[in-house]
């Protein structure tokens, strides 16, 4: 990792393994002898929320999927509250994941069962709430998203941010303490990207929700990142504050921070 130049590190000490809910030590992962990561190292404090930056192909989404353990990494460990996702059992894994929510870039609605059936889905599998509770619990979440009145339409009914919506109530089902989020406002409008922003923004402050977000977009990511982590060619390039990024003298960094993506 390049650390940024000329800018103190104002990153708190990690005083017990239990204030980190996200560790990455030293993962690399290649496909087909592609090297996708390379040696990738950071961590994560519960309720505080990191973004993922980087050009595109640079191991952003690999990433998240290692931390879910949708991708096992070639070597170097996945910490989930300070236990390794990649030497867990199928079994606790599923138990782990349980503690998870990932809203997918492209939402992964299930087109064939309605929109309320999708939210409720992870509420049948994995808890034994009885069929009205999760009906109810489906609806509270499809409110929290502005989609109470699209319970029983088809997720094919439904535009580009309403699909991200549905997604993110889907996401929200078991109230995961952490929550993975893979490009929220990609192919949305300004106005919809903020309205997601800061239903995750509230998260992360009213539920105390641990996030890791992967975005392009600098205006979210200084909504909901305490910290940022830049990918490059696969490796850790940079990490540090937004005010960090703003003062570095990293050309890559300085690129990105002042690119059309920055909102």
Do not use: W
Request: net charge neutral; charged share 30%.
């Amino acid at each position: 990792m390049t650390a940024i130049a000329g800018v103190r590190d104002e990153r708190p000490a990690v005083r017990a393994a239990v204030s980190v809910a996200v560790q990455l030590d030293r993962v690399s992962k290649s496909f087909g002898g592609k090297h996708v990561l390379q040696q990738v190292s950071f961590s994560v404090a519960k309720g505080t929320g990191v973004a993922i930056l980087g050009r595109s192909g640079t191991g952003k989404s690999v990433t998240l999927r290692t931390i879910i353990g949708l991708v096992r990494p070639d070597s170097g460990r996945v910490l989930v509250d300070g236990e390794d996702v990649c030497g867990m059992t199928r079994e606790h894994l599923n138990t782990t994941r349980r503690r998870i929510g990932f809203l997918f870039q492209t939402a992964a609605l299930f087109d064939s069962i309605t929109v309320g059936e999708n939210v409720a889905f992870p509420l049948r599998r994995h808890t034994d709430l009885k069929e009205r509770e999760i009906r109810d619990k489906a609806r509270e979440k499809l409110e929290q998203v502005g989609l109470e009145s699209e319970y029983n339409k088809m997720p094919g009914a439904l535009s580009g941010g309403m699909r991200k919506r549905a997604g993110l109530a889907r996401a929200m089902a078991l109230d995961p303490p952490l929550l993975l989020v893979d490009e929220p406002s990609a192919g949305l409008d300004p106005l919809t990207t903020d309205e997601i922003d800061d239903l995750l923004a509230s998260l992360k402050e009213d539920a105390k929700t641990t996030l890791v977000v992967v975005t392009h977009n600098i205006t979210s990511a200084r909504k909901l990142a305490d910290r940022l982590v830049m990918l490059h060619e696969g490796r850790v390039e940079a990490e540090g504050t937004i005010a960090e990024f703003e003062r570095s003298d990293n050309p890559l960094v300085r690129a990105f921070m002042t690119s059309e993506h920055a909102g």
